[in-house]
C-alpha cells in the first residue's frame, strides 16, 4: 500500500506578501483602440483583476475553506520518471457500492474545480449513483510537485492518476469524458 498522508494547504504569508508588492509594480502596455477581445484579454479587465488580486482576494480566507475538504499526498512514479509528490483531493461516500471517480482537471484548471460538485457526486441519492471521487492536481498543477526533466507527456500525466486510484485501491473506476481524461486508461474489468 502506498505511503498516503494528509496534505493540509499553507501558503507562508512571505509568499503572499512577494505576490502582492509583485502585483503592485506591475507595468500594462498600451491598447489598441477598440481592440476588444482580438488581441486577448482587454487591458481594462486585466487592471481589474489586477486590482483584485492585489486587494480584494483574501487567500487565507480561501485556504481555510479548501483544508476543510480530505486532501492527501503520496509519491507516484510514471515509467522513466523519478517519483513525484502528488495532492489530491478524496472525498469518500458514505454510501455502500459508491463507485470511484476519478476527476481530472483541465488546464488551466487545478483540484478546485470539482469542489462545487463534490457534494452532488458523494451524497445518497435514490434516483442517481453516488461516488467516491478522487481529484488529483497533476503533476506541475496546484500542490502536486513539478517534472525535473524533458519527455513527461499525456501518457506519463495518464500513467501517473492511474496509479494514484490503485494505490487508493480501487482497480475499477470510472472518469468524466473530459479531453484529457479519455486518456487515462480504462481500468481491466
Avoid at 482580438?38 to 481594462?44: E, K, S, T
Avoid at 520518471?81 to 457500492?97: R, T
Avoid at 476527476?103 to 441519492?125: D, R
Wanted: net charge negative; glycine share 6%.
Amino acid at each position: 500500500m502506498a505511503d498516503i498522508k494528509q496534505y493540509q494547504i499553507n501558503v507562508s504569508d512571505d509568499q503572499l506578501e512577494n505576490l502582492s508588492q509583485k502585483l503592485a509594480l506591475t507595468s500594462f502596455p498600451d491598447e489598441l483602440d477598440e481592440a476588444g477581445w482580438d488581441y486577448g484579454a482587454p487591458l481594462a479587465d486585466i487592471k481589474r483583476l489586477t486590482n483584485y488580486w492585489k486587494d480584494g482576494f483574501n487567500w487565507k480566507q480561501e485556504e481555510r475553506k479548501l483544508n476543510e475538504l480530505p486532501q492527501f499526498q503520496t509519491k507516484i512514479q510514471a515509467e522513466g520518471f523519478d517519483p513525484l509528490n502528488i495532492h489530491f483531493l478524496h472525498q469518500k461516500s458514505e454510501v455502500k457500492g459508491a463507485i470511484p471517480l476519478l476527476f481530472v482537471h483541465g488546464w488551466p484548471g487545478s483540484f478546485i474545480e470539482c469542489t462545487k460538485i463534490l457534494s452532488a457526486l458523494t451524497q445518497s441519492n435514490s434516483s442517481s449513483p453516488s461516488f467516491h471521487v478522487v481529484a488529483p492536481s497533476l503533476p506541475n498543477f496546484g500542490f502536486s510537485e513539478g517534472i525535473k526533466k524533458r519527455g513527461f507527456s499525456l501518457q506519463q500525466y495518464a500513467e501517473t492518476c492511474h496509479k494514484l486510484m490503485i494505490a487508493l485501491g480501487y482497480k475499477e473506476y470510472g472518469k468524466p469524458s473530459a479531453p484529457f481524461a479519455l486518456s487515462v486508461p480504462n481500468p481491466p474489468h
